[in-house]
C-alpha cells in the first residue's frame, strides 16, 4: 500500500498563487509518475499535470503558463505551483502514483494506483 497526502490548498482570489504538495510513502519510489488531477463540484475528476521520475512534466492546456510541477525525490513529495489562479480552477485537487514509470496514459485517471484524498482550492472572483 501507499500513502499520498496533499496538502496546501485553501481560498485564494482570482490573480493569486498557491503550492499544493503531496507527500508519498509506503508502496511509492521516485520512479513513480505522479499526476494531479482535480474534480470540481458536480464534474468529473480531471487530469491538471503530470511529472516523471525523471523531471519530464505535462500539462492539461488550461493550466499551461500558469502551473508548474515539481518534485523533491529525497522527500518522496510533489508539488503543484499555481499562479495567475482563476475561478475555473475551483475544485478538490488529487494527487496520483502511476506504478508504470513510463506509461503513456499519464493524463488517464485509470493510469493511476494511488490516490491521495484531495485538498480544496477555492479561488474567488
Known amino acids: 500500500q501507499a500513502q499520498l497526502v496533499e496538502s496546501g490548498g485553501g481560498l485564494v482570489q482570482a490573480g493569486g498563487s498557491l503550492r499544493l504538495a503531496c507527500a508519498a510513502s509506503?508502496?511509492?519510489?521516485?520512479?513513480?509518475?505522479m499526476g494531479w488531477f482535480r474534480q470540481a463540484a458536480g464534474k468529473e475528476r480531471e487530469f491538471v499535470a503530470a511529472?516523471?521520475?525523471?523531471?519530464?512534466?505535462y500539462y492539461t492546456d488550461s493550466v499551461k503558463g500558469r502551473f508548474t510541477a515539481s518534485r523533491d525525490n529525497a522527500k518522496n513529495t510533489v508539488y503543484l505551483q499555481m499562479n495567475s489562479l482563476k475561478p475555473e480552477d475551483t475544485a478538490v485537487y488529487y494527487c496520483?502514483?502511476?506504478?508504470?514509470?513510463?506509461?503513456?496514459?499519464?493524463?488517464?485517471?485509470?493510469?493511476?494506483?494511488?490516490w491521495g484524498r484531495g485538498t480544496q482550492v477555492t479561488v474567488s472572483s
Open positions: 496520483a502514483a502511476d506504478l508504470d514509470p513510463w506509461g503513456t496514459n499519464y493524463d488517464r485517471v485509470s493510469a493511476y494506483t494511488y
Open positions: 509506503g508502496r511509492t519510489s521516485s520512479r513513480n509518475t
Open positions: 511529472i516523471r521520475s525523471v523531471g519530464t512534466t
